[in-house]
Every structure is written in structure tokens, then in C-alpha cells.
């Protein structure tokens, strides 16, 4: 009962969470959190850096996808080190080939592809848990499942990309096509849930001038096949059923990312089917090979309340709290925007 109690907690924030974010993050106002001033300019103004909300709710989604990690491998009495080790390794991969992926297929070095470093990460990750679990095994005298550890990173991943969507909202990137250019069946689906994005900074205006106009919600539905999915994997996986999680999740994931493309009117690189698209049909074949690969009987039943016993860490905590405010600048630190400032004293106030 307590995994059911548990899934359906993470469900209702979710629903609270997401009901709220569809209606509000495609307004202005939910681009940018602050401006920081760095140059002075001879006529007494600054020049300003912008932070965005694009890398609070992609920290959130970090910070929310790390928390599950540790929270499945300790109900498995997976090694907490083992699985900070593997993540870091990660995210010390990934980040950086976002930015170098999107570079080379969309000519932009200023921007991120969560698809191409998602697809970097189903490459690597079987190879870095499979050596992690060799240096165990070998040196330090733990053991550690590799499919139990991939399944655990796909529930991660699935819950993690579903909230970082609420990025591309507020930041108005991944957005879908506009509804006039839909069939009438099509446009009659979305007429009653559609997005109209607002602000001439955000990427949807300066980049194909939508903005004002109803589009399909695309990111809402990733945000929403993604979180359902991730919930349905996290349930079973609390069940024992590690490999068909890990599959599962995969498969869901990477078709809909396929789908999803021909949903969306930002530009994607050349051709009709995209590279992005390849990269997913091509996770979905390479993880059904893993699967069958590092297939193994799960024996135990994962124990919740002993992952839930090791959030109790203050080192963890320490780390967590690093992690957020790391991914935070690293990703919210716009390079497409900048700001003029006027700092002026308050006299009323004196």
C-alpha cells in the first residue's frame, strides 16, 4: 500500500503542478527570472546578463530526476556511491554534448538539444554502469545490477524530461505548429488546448514570429506521455519488474519523440525526417539489444522506505543543493537575450 500511496503523491503534484504551468509559463513575464548587471556603459546604464526560467524548472526537473535515481537504487540496496558515480559521469557527458549536438545539426551555438543528449546518454549510459559494475564487483567488493541500475535511470529520465518540458514553455522553444496550417480534423483536436505565447524575446517570436498565434501544445504533451509513463514504470519497478520497466519507458519515450517532431514548427535540421528522429528510432532498437543483453531475475522486491531512509544524508543533501544551482546557471544563463539596466536611487525610500 505504501507504493501505491507513493505514486499517487508524486501524481497529484504533478497534476497541481502541471495544470498550472500550461496556463501561465507561455506569458512574458515567465521568461526571465533576474537581470545581473556586469558592464558599465558611458551613459550611466549597465549592460545586464539574463537568468531564465528555463534553467530553474530544468534544475527542478535535475533535482526532481536525481531524487528518484537515489530513491529506486536504495530500495534495491544499490550502492549509493555506485550510483552518484554514474550519474556524474553523465551529466559531465551530456550536458556539454547538448549543446555540441544541437551545433552540428542545427547550426546554433547558443541553444540545446535535450533529444541529442538524451540520445547520448541511452549510448553511454549500459557502458558506464556495466564498467561501474566490474570496478565493484572487483575492487571494492559491491554488487550492482546493470539492468536494475538502467531501469532505475529510465524512470529518472522519463519524470526528469517530462517536467524540463515546462522549460521549453517558459522559454518558448520546442513549440508546435500553428493551427491554421492544420487539416480541419486536426485543428478541431487542438482548438480547445493549444498554446498562444506572448513576448517578443522568447524563441517562438524571434524565430518564426508565432507569437500571439494558437499553436499545438507540444511540449505539454511530452510533458504529460512522459510523466504517465515514468509513474507507470516507477509503479512497476517497485513491483520487480526491472527489465520490462527499462523497455518499456524506452520504447514510450523515444516513438513519441519520433512522433512528436511532426508536430513542431521550430526547425529541426535538414530533410523531412530529422536526425533527432533517427537518433530516437535508433534508442529504441539499441535498447531492446541492451535489454536482452544484461537481462537478469530481479530476486528481491525493491524496498521503498529503505530508498526513502537515504535522502537523510546531509552530504547528499549537500550535493543536491550544488547540482540544482550548477544546472540552474549552466543552462539558464541566456546567450540569445541581453538587458539594458537603470539602477537609480530611491528617494521616497531614503
Request: hydrophobic share 55%.
Amino acid at each position: 500500500m505504501f507504493d501505491e500511496i507513493f505514486i499517487l503523491i508524486i501524481f497529484l503534484t504533478l497534476f497541481f503542478t502541471l495544470r498550472w504551468a500550461f496556463k501561465t509559463l507561455p506569458e512574458e513575464k515567465w521568461q526571465i527570472i533576474g537581470c545581473f548587471p556586469y558592464q558599465k556603459l558611458p551613459n550611466d546604464y549597465w549592460r545586464g546578463w539574463n537568468l531564465t526560467w528555463y534553467g530553474f524548472f530544468n534544475a527542478v526537473a535535475t533535482l526532481f530526476a536525481v531524487l528518484m535515481l537515489i530513491i529506486l537504487l536504495g530500495a534495491t540496496s544499490t550502492s549509493l556511491i555506485a550510483g552518484l558515480l554514474i550519474l556524474t559521469l553523465l551529466l559531465l557527458i551530456c550536458m556539454p554534448a547538448a549543446r555540441i549536438l544541437a551545433w552540428k545539426i542545427e547550426n546554433k551555438r547558443n541553444t540545446a538539444t535535450v533529444g541529442g543528449a538524451s540520445f547520448i546518454g541511452i549510448l553511454i549510459a549500459p557502458l558506464i554502469v556495466f564498467i561501474t559494475k566490474l570496478i565493484g564487483d572487483n575492487w571494492f567488493g559491491f554488487h550492482i545490477s546493470v539492468i536494475t541500475v538502467l531501469s532505475t535511470m529510465s524512470v529518472a529520465y522519463a519524470l526528469g524530461e517530462g517536467i524540463g518540458r515546462l522549460a521549453c514553455i517558459s522559454f518558448g522553444c520546442c513549440y508546435g505548429k500553428p493551427l491554421k496550417e492544420l487539416s480541419p480534423f486536426a485543428k478541431k483536436i487542438f482548438l480547445r488546448h493549444n498554446f498562444i505565447f506572448t513576448g517578443k524575446t522568447k524563441k517562438i517570436a524571434y524565430a518564426h514570429a508565432l507569437d500571439g498565434q494558437q499553436v499545438i501544445p507540444a511540449q505539454a504533451l511530452t510533458t504529460l506521455i512522459y510523466s504517465i509513463t515514468g509513474l507507470i514504470g516507477c509503479y512497476l519497478f517497485l513491483k520487480g519488474f526491472a527489465s520490462i520497466v527499462f523497455v518499456l519507458i524506452l520504447s514510450v519515450t523515444q516513438i513519441w519523440r519520433f512522433l512528436s517532431e511532426f508536430l513542431r514548427a521550430d526547425y529541426r535540421g535538414k530533410g523531412k525526417i530529422s536526425v533527432y528522429q533517427i537518433m530516437a528510432l535508433t534508442s529504441c532498437l539499441y535498447g531492446l539489444v541492451v535489454a536482452f543483453i544484461f537481462h537478469e531475475p530481479q530476486l528481491n522486491k525493491p524496498d521503498l522506505m529503505l530508498g526513502l531512509s537515504i535522502l537523510w544524508n546531509p552530504a547528499l543533501l549537500l550535493f543536491l543543493m550544488a547540482l540544482g544551482v550548477i544546472v540552474c546557471f549552466y543552462t539558464g544563463k541566456s546567450k540569445v537575450t541581453t538587458a539594458l539596466i537603470d539602477i537609480q536611487v530611491n528617494k521616497s525610500e531614503i
